[in-house]
C-alpha cells in the first residue's frame, strides 16, 4: 500500500497546507534534504539522526554521489520504516523535542513544503524513491579558529591539535576522533548544477565557516549559477572573522540567517572560546549592524539569532554578561536568544552539588525584572530549577570529577583559572574532595592509559560507580 501524503495534510486559513504531526511519524528529509559532514563523516538526512550512509573513514566507502546515497541501505531502511507510518529508532533526538512540545528538525523540514504544488513534487519523489535536494545542512570540515570548552575534535581541528600537542588523552570521553586529523572530503557530490538547482535552503557549520575555503567555494558557485534569490541561506558562526570578502557572498540571497555563538560576554566569553577576544567579538557585531543598514533596505532580507551553551562555565556570572547580551541581540536586530542544554554529561548543571545551584538561582533572581519576562529567560530559568529538583547521586559526583579532570588539564595548557571566573568553583573542589575526587582523578588516569577501545566503556564503568576495569 503506498503512502499518500494528502491524508495528513489540511489547509489553513491562508490557504496553505499543514501536516499533522500527531496522525503520522512520516518525515520528508529523506526525499528532500541532505546533511554532510566532511570530516571522516559522512551523508545523512539531517544533523539530529543517529548513523549516516557513508563514511569516509570506511574501508571502503562508496562513491559519495546524492545517487549512490540514496540507493543505501541505510537510506533504504529509515524510508520503509517513515512509510509505514512509524518513527526509526534513530530518529529518538526528534521524538523527544516533540515530546517536549519543542520544535523538531521533521517539524522544521515541512517548512519547505509551502504550496499544494509542493506537496505533489514531494509525493512524486516518495512514489519514484528519487531524492531532490531541497535542503543542504553543509558542514566541510572541521576547522576553526577557536576550541570552546563545551566543543569537541569532530568540530574543532584546534582541539585536535592542542590534544595531540600536549598529549591530554581526552579521547576517554570524547573518542577516536580526538587523534583524528584527515583531510576532509570535497563536495563534490553536490557540486554539479543538477544536484543543487533545487535548493530552497542552504544551512552552514563547521568547525567555523567563514576561515573555511569550500565554504567560500560553495557561495560562489551558488551565486554563479544564479540561484542565490531562491535560496534561504542560514549560517552559524563565532563572529571572530566576519569579514567584507564573507560578506560579499551573503548578498542576492531570498533570505539570510546569521546565528551568533556567544555563551556570554567580556572575561565569561574568553574563557569558554580559547583564544578569542571579546573587543575583537563586538566590534565585529557592530560591523554586522553596519552591513545589514547598507544592504538590508526591507529589514526583513536579513535576520539574526543568538545560541547560547547553558553550562556550569558561564551561569555563575549571570549577573556580568547576561543584560549586556540581551541588549547586543536587540541592537543587532534579533529577537531570539537560542538557550541550549549542554550536551556534555560532564559540563551540565546538575553535576553540581545543591548548595552551587542555590547559588546559581540567587545569581539569577539578580537580573532586571524586564529581562525575566523574555521568553528564552523562562528557558534559562527552567535549566536552573530542572537541576535544583533532580537528586543529587554518586553518579553526579563522578560526572562532576570528570569535569575536574578534563577542565583542569584544560586549564594547566591554556595558563587560566577556573576560580578566576567563578571564585565558587573553591567551595565546590573542597565538596569534590570530601568526596573522594583525588581518587577519582586516580582512577580516570589510569583508565587513559588503557587500551584505547576500552577508555570509553571504562569511563562508563567509572560513571556508574564501578571499580574493576578491562585494560587489554
Given at each position: 500500500?503506498?503512502?499518500?501524503?494528502?491524508?495528513?495534510?489540511?489547509?489553513?486559513?491562508?490557504?496553505?497546507?499543514?501536516?499533522?504531526?500527531?496522525?503520522?511519524?512520516?518525515?520528508?528529509?529523506?526525499?528532500?534534504a541532505?546533511?554532510?559532514?566532511?570530516?571522516?563523516?559522512?551523508l545523512k538526512?539531517?544533523?539530529?539522526?543517529?548513523?549516516?550512509?557513508?563514511?569516509?573513514?570506511?574501508?571502503?566507502?562508496?562513491?559519495?554521489?546524492?545517487?549512490?546515497?540514496?540507493?543505501?541501505?541505510?537510506?533504504?531502511?529509515l524510508?520503509?520504516?517513515?512509510?509505514?507510518?512509524?518513527?526509526?529508532?534513530?530518529?529518538?533526538?526528534?521524538?523527544?523535542d516533540e515530546?517536549?512540545?519543542?520544535?523538531?528538525?521533521?517539524?522544521?523540514m515541512?517548512?519547505?513544503?509551502?504550496?499544494?504544488d509542493?506537496?505533489?513534487?514531494?509525493?512524486?519523489?516518495?512514489?519514484?524513491?528519487?531524492?531532490?535536494?531541497?535542503?543542504?545542512?553543509?558542514r566541510?570540515s572541521?576547522l576553526?579558529?577557536?576550541?570552546?570548552?563545551?566543543c569537541?575534535?569532530?568540530?574543532?581541528?584546534l582541539?585536535?591539535?592542542e590534544?595531540?600537542?600536549?598529549?591530554?588523552?581526552?579521547?576517554?570521553?570524547?573518542?577516536?576522533?580526538?587523534?583524528?586529523?584527515?583531510?576532509?572530503?570535497?563536495?563534490?557530490?553536490?557540486?554539479?548544477?543538477?544536484?543543487?538547482?533545487n535548493?530552497?535552503?542552504?544551512?552552514?557549520?563547521?568547525?567555523?565557516?567563514?576561515?573555511e575555503?569550500?565554504?567560500f567555494?560553495?557561495?560562489?558557485?551558488?551565486?554563479?549559477?544564479?540561484l542565490?534569490?531562491?535560496?534561504?541561506?542560514?549560517?552559524?558562526t563565532?563572529?571572530?572573522?566576519?569579514?567584507?570578502?564573507?560578506?560579499?557572498?551573503l548578498?542576492?540571497?531570498?533570505?539570510?540567517?546569521?546565528?551568533?555563538?556567544?555563551?556570554?560576554?567580556?572575561r565569561?566569553?574568553?574563557?569558554?572560546?580559547?583564544?578569542?577576544?571579546?573587543?575583537?567579538?563586538?566590534?565585529?557585531?557592530m560591523?554586522?549592524?553596519?552591513?545589514?543598514?547598507?544592504h538590508?533596505?526591507?529589514?526583513?532580507?536579513?535576520?539574526?539569532?543568538i545560541?547560547?551553551?547553558?553550562?556550569?562555565?558561564?551561569?555563575?556570572?549571570l549577573?556580568?554578561?547576561?543584560?549586556?547580551?540581551?541588549?547586543?541581540?536587540?541592537?543587532?536586530?534579533?529577537?531570539?536568544?537560542?538557550m541550549i542544554y549542554?550536551?556534555?554529561?560532564?559540563q551540565?548543571?546538575?553535576?553540581?552539588?545543591?548548595?552551587?545551584?542555590?547559588?546559581?538561582?540567587?545569581?539569577?533572581?539578580?537580573?532586571?525584572?524586564?529581562?525575566?519576562?523574555y521568553?528564552?529567560?523562562?528557558?534559562?530559568?527552567?535549566?536552573?530549577?530542572?537541576?535544583?529538583?533532580?537528586?543529587?547521586n554518586?553518579?553526579?559526583?563522578?560526572?562532576?570529577?570528570?569535569?575536574?579532570?578534563?577542565?583542569?588539564?584544560?586549564?594547566?595548557?591554556?595558563?587560566?583559572?577556573?576560580?578566576?571566573?567563578?571564585?565558587?568553583?573553591?567551595?565546590?573542589?573542597?565538596?569534590?574532595?570530601n568526596?573522594?575526587l583525588?581518587e577519582?582523578?586516580?582512577l580516570?588516569?589510569?583508565i587513559t592509559?588503557?587500551?584505547?577501545?576500552?577508555?570509553?566503556?571504562?569511563w562508563k564503568?567509572?560513571?556508574?560507580?564501578e571499580?574493576?576495569?578491562?585494560?587489554?
Open positions: 500500500m503506498s503512502f499518500n501524503i494528502r491524508d495528513y495534510m489540511h489547509e489553513d486559513s491562508a490557504g496553505q497546507p499543514k501536516f499533522d504531526f500527531k496522525s503520522s511519524s512520516f518525515c520528508p528529509a529523506f526525499w528532500m541532505l546533511y554532510y559532514k566532511g570530516n571522516n563523516q559522512g538526512p539531517c544533523c539530529s539522526i543517529d548513523g549516516y550512509a557513508t563514511r569516509t573513514d570506511q574501508d571502503n566507502p562508496i562513491e559519495p554521489t546524492v545517487e549512490n546515497y540514496n540507493r543505501t541501505e541505510y537510506v533504504q531502511s524510508k520503509q520504516t517513515f512509510l509505514n507510518n512509524k518513527f526509526h529508532k534513530n530518529c529518538h533526538t526528534c521524538v523527544r515530546r517536549h512540545g519543542q520544535q523538531s528538525d521533521r517539524m522544521a515541512f517548512e519547505w513544503i509551502k504550496t499544494w509542493d506537496v505533489d513534487r514531494l509525493q512524486n519523489l516518495i512514489d519514484n524513491d528519487k531524492l531532490e535536494l531541497w535542503h543542504l545542512d553543509y566541510p572541521n576553526c579558529n577557536l576550541k570552546c570548552r563545551m569537541d575534535p569532530v568540530n574543532s581541528s582541539i585536535v591539535k590534544n595531540m600537542q600536549n598529549d591530554l588523552k581526552l579521547d576517554m570521553i570524547m573518542g577516536d576522533n580526538m587523534y583524528n586529523d584527515a583531510q576532509p572530503n570535497d563536495w563534490d557530490y553536490v557540486k554539479d548544477f543538477e544536484s543543487i538547482k535548493l530552497k535552503s542552504v544551512k552552514v557549520l563547521g568547525g567555523e565557516p567563514t576561515v575555503k569550500k565554504v567555494a560553495m557561495l560562489d558557485l551558488i551565486q554563479e549559477k544564479d542565490a534569490k531562491n535560496i534561504n541561506l542560514q549560517y552559524t563565532n563572529a571572530t572573522n566576519l569579514n567584507k570578502k564573507f560578506y560579499e557572498r548578498i542576492g540571497y531570498n533570505h539570510v540567517n546569521t546565528t551568533f555563538s556567544l555563551d556570554g560576554t567580556g565569561t566569553y574568553e574563557y569558554i572560546r580559547t583564544p578569542a577576544k571579546w573587543n575583537n567579538v563586538h566590534q565585529n557585531l560591523g554586522y549592524i553596519d552591513f545589514r543598514k547598507e538590508d533596505k526591507t529589514t526583513r532580507q536579513y535576520g539574526c539569532s545560541n547560547c551553551v547553558i553550562s556550569v562555565y558561564n551561569m555563575f556570572t549577573d556580568e554578561w547576561y543584560e549586556e547580551l540581551n541588549e547586543i541581540l536587540f541592537s543587532l536586530g534579533g529577537r531570539r536568544i537560542t549542554c550536551t556534555n554529561e560532564w551540565a548543571l546538575d553535576i553540581l552539588p545543591k548548595f552551587a545551584l542555590h547559588k546559581m538561582k540567587d545569581n539569577f533572581n539578580k537580573l532586571s525584572e524586564s529581562v525575566k519576562q521568553d528564552h529567560t523562562k528557558v534559562l530559568e527552567s535549566y536552573i530549577n530542572r537541576a535544583i529538583k533532580e537528586d543529587y554518586l553518579d553526579k559526583q563522578r560526572l562532576l570529577s570528570t569535569f575536574f579532570w578534563h577542565n583542569d588539564k584544560l586549564d594547566a595548557v591554556r595558563k587560566t583559572k577556573l576560580v578566576d571566573i567563578a571564585p565558587v568553583f573553591h567551595e565546590i573542589k573542597d565538596y569534590a574532595d568526596n573522594l583525588q577519582d582523578l586516580q580516570l588516569t589510569s592509559e588503557g587500551n584505547k577501545n576500552r577508555k570509553w566503556k571504562n564503568k567509572f560513571l556508574q560507580n571499580r574493576v576495569f578491562e585494560y587489554e
